[in-house]
């Protein structure tokens, strides 16, 4: 009898095993199709739900923020999905993903949640990128580089060294993105 629970035992943790392996080469194999630094990222993202989870796991955390940063991890991961397989590129901008009563934490003088258009540029700092249902509503920004942010200060120059690139959020609408400019080193 005891030799029979062992043996079931010793199987299921076989099973569990291989489950478990094939899950994470799921993960990356979905993620085959894109470049190394979209593959990061992904990864990263991973990562932080990794993170969250063993935090849930200790009771670190409670189950409202578990499921709010679980949440904005999916919303993010769809965000950068989205624009990878847009825009064919392997860049993806710095993204923040923030509910509706976080906004304050991005924006000293915070936008009305309503009225936010994709593409709009506020403190030029963050473009809008659309929103993301995961659970909550997340409104996901992209924080703008610094060639970006110097070009909207000049405006009236008329003058633009690098090429954008149309990416379609999740709703569809087409937004235009730079390419990361890339110096000699010195």
């Not at 079931?8 to 899950?23: D, K, M, N």
């Not at 993010?76 to 590129?89: G, K, P, T």
């Not at 000049?154 to 993105?177: N, Q, Y």
């Amino acid at each position: 009898m005891v030799k029979q629970i062992l043996r079931f035992g010793l199987v299921f943790v076989l099973l569990s095993a291989s489950a478990g392996v094939s899950a994470s080469g799921q993960a990356l194999d979905e993620d085959d199709e894109f470049g190394p630094v979209v593959r990061a990222y992904l990864g990263y993202l991973r990562n932080e739900q990794n993170v969250v989870d063993d935090r849930a796991s200790r009771h670190e955390v409670s189950r409202p923020y578990y499921i709010k940063n679980s949440n904005r991890i999916r919303a993010l991961r769809q965000m950068a999905i989205s624009i990878a397989r847009d825009s064919h590129n392997d860049y993806l901008p710095e993204l923040e993903a923030v509910a509706g009563d976080e906004f304050g934490l991005l924006f000293e003088h915070p936008p009305r949640s309503h009225a936010l258009r994709i593409g709009e540029v506020f403190q030029t700092t963050f473009r809008y990128m659309g929103s993301v249902r995961a659970g909550d509503v997340f409104y996901v920004f992209a924080r703008l580089d610094p060639y970006e942010q110097a070009e909207l200060r000049e405006k009236g120059s008329g003058r633009s060294d690098l090429p954008a690139t149309d990416v379609s959020t999740p709703t569809g609408v087409k937004v235009s993105t730079r390419s990361r400019r890339v110096g000699e080193p010195k």
